[in-house]
């Protein structure tokens, strides 16, 4: 994962290319895991009806 | 970290949009529903107040004592606007990271290459995320029973992770025995089962949940295939130099 310029863009190689998109995917998870799934009374309240409506296991 | 900037950028945009569209969808098809249930809850709770679930001790949160009672010493929005606001906040924040996923997991397949593309990943999001575990954990209003907290999160991020996989196998690879592996590891989970309750006895009616079920998963099915519509036309803005092979899929 080098500071590549977009000159770069196309011969980013593929391994830092796939660490990129791994990354941007376990963020994806992080988000949805803090949100549909914390065990946080806090979170979960506030995260409610998102939660119902979403049919993530709620309590 | 341009792949990762862009798959940021697209995903924000798209996570925002979908996030927007379901809140006002969930505004008029889930959320009065949920209110609903709410009432029947509160009144076979008695002097309980909000009282979640069943009304045995140990069905909590956190290892608290007592049942899991809303409302008591944790902060929750107040009803009405700050409660709309912060279920908006939600759609939107896990729509974005939703987006993360499908755009991500996209890419390593080649990339979405037109809206029309991105519904069909958008439908396969709703297949991973809303069909397969709702198939076991259906939507629940609150008030209905449920089998321990944490078993079902294992058993739906389970679910979730060999539909994905399974989907995986089918669609992006070209091979029949592979396709027939993807079919068993989508299937393996509701073989195991899904966590149940010892009873399915509840006060809220089952017109009402029957309605919620639909509710929920066609709100979750327009969710799903505008985040996938809107990345797939968003792509070539942001990925100019990485073209998607066409046909790889659709």
């Not at chain 1, 796939?18 to 946080?40: D, E």
């Not at chain 2, 069905?59 to 899991?68: E, F, I, Y």
């Not at chain 2, 739906?156 to 027939?180: D, E, F, N, Q």
């Not at chain 2, 993807?182 to 399915?200: E, L, M």
Request: proline share 4%; charged share 10%.
């Amino acid at each position: 994962m080098n500071t590549a310029s977009a000159a770069f863009d196309a011969q980013t190689s593929s391994q830092s290319r796939f660490m990129q998109l791994a990354m941007a995917a376990l963020l994806g998870i992080f988000v949805i895991g803090f949100v549909g799934f914390s065990h946080m009374e806090v979170v979960h309240n506030a995260g409610h009806d998102y939660r119902h409506s979403m049919a993530f296991p709620c309590h | 970290m341009n792949i990762f900037r862009n798959v940021v950028f697209v995903a924000a945009i798209a996570g925002l949009l979908a996030g927007l569209v379901m809140t006002a969808l969930q505004a008029y098809a889930t959320v009065p529903l949920i209110l609903e249930a709410e009432t029947y809850e509160s009144a076979g709770a008695g002097a309980a107040g909000h009282d979640h679930g069943e009304a045995a001790a140990g069905h909590s949160h956190d290892g608290a004592a007592a049942g899991h009672s809303h409302g008591g010493e944790a902060w929750a929005p107040a009803d009405g606007f700050e409660r709309s606001a912060y279920t908006a906040l939600a759609n939107i924040v896990t729509g974005i990271g939703f987006a993360l996923l499908l755009v991500a997991v996209s890419e390593m397949a080649g990339g979405i290459a037109n809206w029309r593309q991105g519904l069909f990943w958008g439908f396969a999001g709703f297949a991973t995320f809303t069909l397969a575990p709702g198939l076991g954990l259906p939507p629940e209003l609150p008030g209905m029973p449920a089998a321990d907290l944490g078993a079902r999160q294992v058993w739906w991020v389970a679910t979730v992770a060999a539909t994905a996989a399974g989907l995986a196998l089918i669609a992006l690879r070209r091979s029949a025995i592979l396709a027939v592996i993807g079919v068993a590891v989508i299937v393996a989970p509701h073989i195991v089962g899904a966590p149940q309750p010892a009873s399915h006895d509840t006060a809220v009616p089952a017109e009402l949940h029957h309605s919620f079920v639909v509710a929920v998963t066609l709100t979750s099915l327009v969710f799903w295939l505008l985040l996938g519509a809107v990345a797939g036309a968003l792509r070539g803005r942001f990925f100019a130099g990485t073209r998607a092979p066409q046909g790889s899929l659709a």
